[in-house]
T-cell receptor, first 114, second 114 residues
Framework: KQEVTQIPAALSVPEGENLVLNCSFTDSAIYNLQWFRQDPGKGLTSLLLIQSSQREQTSGRLNASLDKSSGRSTLYIAASQPGDSATYLC?????????????FGTGTLLAVQP | NAGVTQTPKFRVLKTGQSMTLLCAQD?????MYWYRQDPGMGLRLIHYSVGEGTTAKGEVPDGYNVSRLKKQNFLLGLESAAPSQTSVYFCASRMGSRTNQPQHFGDGTRLSIL
């Protein structure tokens, strides 16, 4: 059974710092892995999706990597800004095709201090 | 460009009451999902649908029923609400089965059962 863990649960950094958020998963036979952002009282916004055949994906200041052999994914945020403050969730799917059931971690709450 | 819309946004019920949560998507997506989010447990899949007229059980289906009579709508029903069903409910949709297609989420329904 797939389990997804995100450590730390909370992180506080000063503005401008580069940072890495960690996501670990137990079953390396994943189909894809998604990183989401959740603002307080809001839904989830998809940031990046890494397919099983890929090693990383980039969007603006965000870079996500995937290492199936070690069961790890990281989300790198460059030059952090106060607007990056949110909860970041990773979710792994071991199901392809129509199902694509996602198993979520409990998230990392990021606070970027001005 | 509404995306995924959930109705209602908030609701308070008494134990034993019934209600239906509505999810509507305007992206012509084939697949739809219902999750619940609880503190410390992440998001967990309740039910999902791979097309109009089809539904399937997820990780935590007990106490819920679903229907997908129209492609754009996915309904989640609670027949006899229990305090354990107090949660934030999220609906998501996905275009198709390709590996690079992410799930898109609504803003959630916050449900309290007294």
């Amino acid at each position: 059974k797939q389990e997804v863990t995100q450590i730390p649960a909370a992180l506080s950094v000063p503005e401008g710092e580069n940072l890495v958020l960690n996501c670990s998963f137990t079953d390396s036979a994943i189909y894809n892995l998604q990183w989401f952002r959740q603002d307080p009282g809001k839904g989830l916004t998809s940031l990046l999706l890494i397919q099983s055949s890929q090693r990383e994906q980039t969007s603006g200041r965000l870079n996500a990597s995937l290492d199936k052999s070690s069961g790890r994914s990281t989300l790198y945020i460059a030059a952090s800004q106060p607007g990056d403050s949110a909860t970041y969730l990773c979710a792994a799917s071991n199901y392809g095709g129509a199902t694509n059931k996602l198993i979520f971690g409990t998230g990392t709450l990021l606070a970027v201090q001005p | 460009n509404a995306g995924v819309t959930q109705t209602p946004k908030f609701r308070v019920l008494k134990t034993g009451q019934s209600m239906t949560l509505l999810c509507a998507q305007d992206m012509n997506h084939e697949y739809m999902y219902w999750y619940r989010q609880d503190p410390g447990m992440g998001l967990r899949l309740i039910h999902y649908s791979v097309g109009e007229g089809t539904t399937a059980k997820g990780e935590v289906p007990d106490g819920y029923n679903v229907s997908r009579l129209k492609k754009q709508n996915f309904l989640l029903g609670l027949e006899s609400a229990a305090p354990s069903q107090t949660s934030v409910y999220f609906c998501a949709s996905r275009m198709g089965s390709r590996t690079n297609q992410p799930q898109h989420f609504g803003d959630g329904t916050r449900l309290s059962i007294l």
